[in-house]
């Protein structure tokens, strides 16, 4: 979204991660309202995968906001992350790099 925080928002009642970020993207200004027993976000792949998410509202009433595997290396800026289970969670050799971020 090249708009204000909560100009776009998603609510999403699933089993099924809201985005299964592959590679390399940005992602601005969004909402996730996740219901389900799965992560909100899911980012995974190889080293090369480097999404930026910034200025973003990632919640999960039913599992993690986020989960990061493979290699994936993704950079959070100005998010707010807020999970039932975890805000965030690395499995694998999965990294990032978390910037002016609230974790709940």
Not at 70 to 95: H, Q, S
Request: aromatic share 4%.
């Amino acid at each position: 979204g090249e708009g204000d925080l909560r100009e776009m928002s998603i609510d999403q009642r699933a089993n099924t991660p809201t985005f299964r970020i592959t590679r390399t993207c940005v992602i601005q200004n969004v909402e996730v309202d996740m219901s389900g027993f799965r992560e909100a976000v899911l980012v995974t792949g190889g080293g090369k995968v480097r999404p930026l998410i910034e200025h973003c509202i990632l919640k999960c009433s039913g599992s993690d906001a986020v989960n990061v595997s493979g290699t994936a290396d993704p950079v959070f800026r100005d998010c707010e992350l807020i999970g039932r289970k975890c805000a965030m969670k690395f499995l694998g050799c999965g990294r990032g790099e978390v910037v002016d971020c609230k974790l709940n």
